[in-house]
C-alpha cells in the first residue's frame, strides 16, 4: 500500500535548501484539520454534548492507534540512538512506572476526558461509537507507518509541526463554550503541547536529513499530505457521524 504521489519533478531541477524545504512542510499548515469545519465549529462553542462525545469517542481510536503506530516505526529503526528517542512517544500514549497520576499515559487522560464529556470508561473502550471513516483512516496511518522505511514513517508524524495551537486552541474556547466539562478533563490537551514540541525537533532533524534531492524532498512533502489528509478524512467522518444523531 503506497501514498498517491505527484509526478517525479525533472531530475535536473536542484533540492531545496534546509530552509526553503523547511518552509515548504510548514506551508502544509493550511490543510490542518485545525481548519476543518467540524474542528472550527467545536472550537466556537457550536457542538451539541452529543457531538462532542460522538467526536471524543472516534478520537480514542485515532489515540490507541498512536503507541502501535510509533512501536511499528521502532520495528523498522535499526540505531539504538534513534530508538531511544522513539520510545518516548510509546510511554506517553501507554504510560510508565506504576503508570498513576501524571505516569498513567495519554491514553489514560483520554479516558478522564471521555468520562468528563459524559462517555464511561468501558463505552468508550467498547470502540462502539467509531465509525467506518475513522477506522479506515487510523489504520491507513498504521498501516502506511508500518510498510514505509521509518524516515517515511518519521515525516509523516510531522502533522505535530502544527498541534500545539489546535491544543492551545481546546484550552482556550473549551471553557468559555462547554463549562460543563470538567477543567480535568482538558489535562490530555495541556500535557501535549509540550511534547509535541519536542517530537518535532527530533522528526525534522531526521526528515531534513534524510531527504536529500528534489525528488525525496516532494515525496516528503506527499507523504506530509497523506496524513493531513488521514486527520482530514477523520473529522469528514465524525461531522457527517455526529450530525446523523
Ligand atoms: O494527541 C496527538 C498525538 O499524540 C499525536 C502523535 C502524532 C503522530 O505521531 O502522528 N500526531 C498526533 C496528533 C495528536 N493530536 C491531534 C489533535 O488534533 O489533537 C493532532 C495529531 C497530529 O497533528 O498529528
Not at 502501535?68 to 535499526?78: F, L, Q, S, V
Not at 468520562?115 to 496511518?141: K, M, N, T
Not at 480535568?184 to 536529500?212: C, K, M, N, W
Amino acid at each position: 500500500m503506497d501514498i498517491a504521489t505527484s509526478p517525479l519533478p525533472d531530475p535536473s531541477l536542484p533540492a531545496w535548501t534546509r530552509e526553503e524545504f523547511e518552509a515548504r512542510l510548514r506551508d502544509k499548515g493550511q490543510s490542518y484539520h485545525i481548519h476543518h469545519p467540524f474542528n472550527v465549529r467545536m472550537n466556537a462553542g457550536g457542538c451539541s454534548p452529543d457531538e462532542l462525545r460522538c467526536w471524543v469517542a472516534n478520537r480514542f481510536y485515532y489515540q490507541i492507534c498512536i503507541p502501535r503506530k510509533d512501536a511499528a516505526i521502532i520495528a523498522n529503526m535499526p540505531d539504538r540512538a534513534q530508538r531511544r528517542q522513539w520510545v518516548e512517544r510509546i510511554l506517553d500514549h501507554d504510560g510508565y512506572g506504576d503508570h498513576e497520576g501524571d505516569r498513567a499515559g495519554g491514553i489514560e487522560a483520554w479516558t478522564h476526558l471521555g468520562e468528563a464529556v459524559g462517555i464511561p470508561r468501558a463505552e468508550l473502550w467498547s470502540l462502539q461509537r467509531v465509525v467506518p471513516g475513522v477506522r479506515f483512516a487510523c489504520d491507513a496511518y498504521v498501516n502506511f507507518a508500518s510498510r514505509a522505511p521509518w524516515q517515511e514513517a518519521v515525516c509523516s508524524s510531522l502533522t505535530e509541526m502544527f498541534a500545539p495551537q489546535i491544543h492551545k486552541d481546546r484550552l482556550a474556547t473549551w471553557p468559555t463554550h462547554y463549562p460543563w466539562i470538567d477543567a480535568e478533563g482538558l489535562s490530555y490537551f495541556r500535557t501535549r503541547i509540550p511534547l509535541a514540541t519536542r517530537d518535532v525537533d527530533h522528526g525534522l532533524r531526521v526528515t531534513l536529513q534524510h531527504f536529500t534531492t528534489r525528488a525525496a524532498q516532494q515525496r516528503a512533502l506527499d507523504i506530509l499530505q497523506f496524513k493531513l489528509s488521514v486527520l482530514w478524512s477523520m473529522l469528514d467522518a465524525v461531522e457527517k457521524a455526529c450530525h446523523e444523531h
